[in-house]
């Protein structure tokens, strides 16, 4: 008697060699104000978490305290090491730097312009939206380098890191830059990854695969 052979549905299992590296973004940063503006470094804008951004960030450790993580990343902007720090006390571990995940640099519009701008639906807020291009704010940074670093960040973790899993702290216009690329989509069909959710990359080499995007039910989910 013959036996039918069956071909079960399996699982995604990250290919020998590949890096996962979940990005996430930091919580809710404190409110732009014009009488009180950010403090500045390296001519970007470095406001502490807002309370609600720490709630987030407490969120995030719970969600990830038990995942296995081999390292964690920050950028160069107080935010993501506070976000990191409720996950790196649990975990005993030290973040490391990869300054090149730090947002894309807003040129005129940082300090909290960019906010101010974009809810006034300020002329050149209508043309960065419509044309998807960060230059078109005087002074920000061009579409190609902001690219190119993202990338090289990616690159530098994936590099240090075969067959294991990560956690880098960052911000949403990196995700968002992040995820086009994975994607090969539109420039901005990934901008908008909210506060404190955490987005999924599976990279080997020049392979780049998406498995989760804004996931939120951390935040909405009692904390206790």
Known sequence: MTTEVEYRQHRFVPPPGSTEIFLIRHGESAPARLDLPFDMV????????????R????????????ERLDALYVTSLRRTVQTAAPLAAALGMTPKLEARLTEVHLGDWEGGLFRKHTSENHPIAQQLWAEQRWEVIPGAEKMDAFAARCRAGIERIHAEHPDQRVAAFTHGGVIGEVFRQAAKSEPFAFLGADNG????????????????????????????
């Open 42 to 53: 390296e001519g970007q804008g470095d406001p502490d978490l807002a309370p609600e951004g």
């Open 55 to 66: 709630d987030h960030a407490e969120r995030v450790g719970k969600r990830m305290a038990d």
């Open 197 to 224: 959710s955490i987005s999924h990359l599976v990279v080997l080499g020049d392979l780049w695969t998406i498995r989760r995007f804004n996931d939120t039910g951390h935040l909405l989910a009692p904390l206790g």
